[in-house]
């Protein structure tokens, strides 16, 4: 049975244990499994991948089919599935009753495929394609949100965040929750601001690249190095990037140099730090004095000077900048 992404009420209602999710919009996953299944759920979480399912087949339609009275609920979520576990789903429908919620993920799936073929015209279970999302559907998250917190932006905000989340919802929230946390410090929000905090879906290498080089994560940094071709251009966007950031750290350093705890700092320190960097932060904290925080500052802005007169070996001073600490 088909339930697309935006008649998701219906499975409150159907009240079926199996739910096929496919494509390529994670995001769409997230929410339908959170607001769907974990909300207000009190049982056993338990997630596979496929090949664990495949391996301990027996095992696994055993442990669905003998629940003991004393077991709690189970939500069973089972990521990156193909046509190899339509044998399993046959065999649990052919029993009937299951004693467990089960979420299959899979990528996008053709049409000719076994398992997407199976869900579709079988009446007990559920098959929901994700697809990327629009402009519409992600305007529709931003109201959503700015509802939920009591916060206003306008509509040329909004646009910027929807033309930089790059058709990806998880993108979007994370630059809504930046947003959020400045609000508690600036009441109305510029343009300025958001071109500030959000982060192009497309460089986030970049933001990546700052990061560990600051964090003195040598390995992590070549992979990025290795990875990506930068332009020139994106050169001088790691150079501001690393230098902003080095500023915001020689402002931690002071304030620990102050007989400060490492943590308040990082907790209190204003603009505020999102959450999901603060692991980051405070090892690139631990990782350099606040004199050698200084001498970066220095170098940066040399490096900068000169990118700007050779631009045709800019990746390459950056490069050996990066990887020589």
């Known amino acids: 049975m088909i339930i697309k992404s935006f008649e998701l009420e219906k499975i409150i209602s159907l009240n079926l244990n199996i739910h096929l999710i ?34 301990n087949k027996d095992e696994f339609i055993s442990s669905l089919l003998n629940k003991s009275l004393f077991e709690t609920e189970k939500l069973i979520i089972i990521s990156r599935g193909t046509d190899k576990l339509t044998t399993v789903i046959n065999e649990l429908l052919d029993r ?19 398992l997407r073929n199976l869900f579709e015209k079988e009446k007990n279970v559920i098959c929901t394609p994700v697809y990327e999302d629009d402009s519409r559907s992600l305007n529709f998250i931003i109201n ?17 965040l929807i033309e930089r989340s790059n058709g990806d919802r998880i993108n979007l929230k994370n630059e809504l929750s930046k947003l959020k946390n400045l609000s508690i410090t600036k009441n109305k929000l510029s343009i300025e601001d958001v071109l500030k905090l959000s982060n192009l879906a497309e460089n986030y290498s970049v933001f990546e690249l700052s990061d560990n080089y600051l964090a003195k994560n040598s390995k992590k940094v070549s992979n990025i190095l290795n990875e990506n ?8 966007l790691i150079i501001r990037t690393i230098l902003n950031k080095s500023k915001r750290l020689l402002k931690i350093r002071n304030e620990v140099d102050n007989n400060k705890n490492i943590d308040q700092v990082i907790s209190t320190i204003k603009p505020p730090i999102f959450w999901k960097e603060k692991e980051i932060v405070k090892k690139q904290a631990q990782s350099w004095s606040t004199n050698e925080v200084k001498n970066i500052i220095f170098k940066i802005n040399d490096l900068e000077a000169l990118v700007k007169k050779n631009t045709a070996n800019s990746m390459l001073f950056v490069s050996n900048f990066i990887s020589n600490y």
């Not at 939920?148 to 040329?156: G, V």
Request: include cysteine.
């Open 22 to 55: 496919y494509g390529n919009n994670e995001g769409i996953k997230q929410d339908i499994i959170s607001n769907f299944y974990k909300k207000n759920y009190e049982g056993e979480v338990l997630k596979y991948d496929e090949q664990d399912i495949l391996t």
């Open 144 to 160: 959503n949100f700015l509802k939920d917190y009591k916060l206003s932006l306008s509509q040329e905000i909004k646009n910027i």
């Open 96 to 114: 009937k009753e299951i004693g467990a919620k089960i979420i299959i993920k899979s990528s996008n799936l053709e049409k000719k495929s076994k």
């Open 229 to 236: 071709n930068y332009s020139s251009d994106d050169c001088i």
